[in-house]
């Protein structure tokens, strides 16, 4: 399979870490979700939660939709 330039590979996400996979399932249950939901779910930190969520965004897992507080995480369409 060939990967066109500008065309990224879909990550495999059958190899997430454990609290990764915890929002990928979340995000996937509920549509989106926020990082206060994010530190909620994984008894976390507020910045710890920005820095998990914000990981999955730069390995094209979640795709970040609207910005500062309003900002929530949604799953990438290759991976619906």
Same mark, same amino acid.
């Given at each position: ?18 609290? $990764?996979?915890? #929002? /990928? ?13 994010? @530190?909620?779910? *994984? ?14 965004? $730069?390995?094209? #897992? /979640? ?13 990438? @369409?290759?991976? *619906?």
């Amino acid at each position: 399979f060939y990967t066109l330039p500008g065309e990224t590979k879909p990550e495999d996400v059958t190899n997430l870490e454990g609290k $990764e996979q915890v #929002v /990928l399932d979340y995000v996937r249950a509920h549509g989106a979700i926020t990082r206060n939901e994010c @530190a909620t779910l *994984l008894k976390v930190k507020p910045h710890q939660a920005t820095y998990l969520l914000q990981t999955l965004r $730069e390995r094209g #897992v /979640l795709h970040q939709q609207g910005s500062r507080r309003w900002t929530r995480y949604v799953l990438d @369409a290759r991976y *619906l």
